[in-house]
């Protein structure tokens, strides 16, 4: 069983689900609010395609109502090139290899921007009658 | 900056869930809490806030870095989605945090 298909069994009757979800387009390294690099974040969208696909399956069968969307933007701040590089070392996403030294070389503060997406859903009729 | 980098110093993400969710007085259950980025905002509105992760070493920062002023309202476990047992019915929130 799917672990939200688990988990909605601790919801109350009309309770709300909150799900925060990575979306599309691959997040952006920037410094200054410009556009250094483009970082492949498809590693991520892999297991958020996977998510929206089970809460869309719950949907469907009105087990949950959606209600509410809302996008956007995340940023993660870095002291410096260096650090944004030593951190997507360990990391599943990779910045372009002829971004690295670039960015090894940036003394600025840069940022990495990321698009984000919270969905609410509603414990639909069918969810709190079947138990 | 002091530190090498901080994820979402604006808030972006506690303001899109309150724009969406009103957390006053709510039991709310955090899936995936990690370190208790969004447990402490979450929990500073709520009720009470059940938060819980598979990863020890971030529950545990969590729990250190829990203000005391909320310590009343935030219970944290390790445990993994697809096995902790919580109780029906109980919450008027689930709140997926990158976790599904």
């Known amino acids: ?59 469907a069968e009105r087990l949950l109502e959606e209600e509410a969307v809302d996008d956007h933007d995340v940023r993660k701040h870095y002291a410096n090139g260096a650090a944004l590089v030593d951190d997507f070392e ?42 | 900056m002091n530190q090498a980098s901080v994820l979402d110093p604006e808030r972006a993400h506690f303001a899109a869930l309150e724009r969406v969710a009103d957390f006053a007085d709510a039991r709310v259950l955090e899936v995936g809490c990690g370190d208790g980025r969004l447990t402490f905002p979450v929990a500073e509105r709520a009720g009470s806030v059940f938060a819980f992760d598979p990863d020890a070493d971030a529950v545990e920062t969590a729990r250190a870095d829990l203000p005391s002023e909320l310590a009343g309202r935030v219970t944290f476990a390790v445990a993994s989605a697809t096995a902790i047992e919580i109780p029906r019915s109980a919450f008027d929130i689930v709140l997926f945090s990158w976790s599904l």
């Open chain 1, 1 to 59: 069983m799917h672990v939200l298909r688990r988990l909605l069994d601790a919801l109350a009757p009309e309770g709300i689900v909150l799900d925060l979800q990575v979306i599309r387009p691959h997040p952006l390294v920037e410094v200054d609010d410009s556009i250094l690099c483009e970082i492949d974040g498809s590693s991520l969208f892999v297991g958020a395609d996977a998510a929206r696909a089970a809460v869309d399956l719950l949907v």
């Open chain 1, 90 to 131: 360990t990391s599943e996403r990779a910045i372009p290899v002829d971004a690295i030294p670039g960015l090894q070389a940036m003394d600025e503060e840069c940022v990495v921007r990321e698009r984000c997406r919270v969905r609410r859903l509603r414990q639909g009729v069918f969810g709190w009658t079947a138990r």
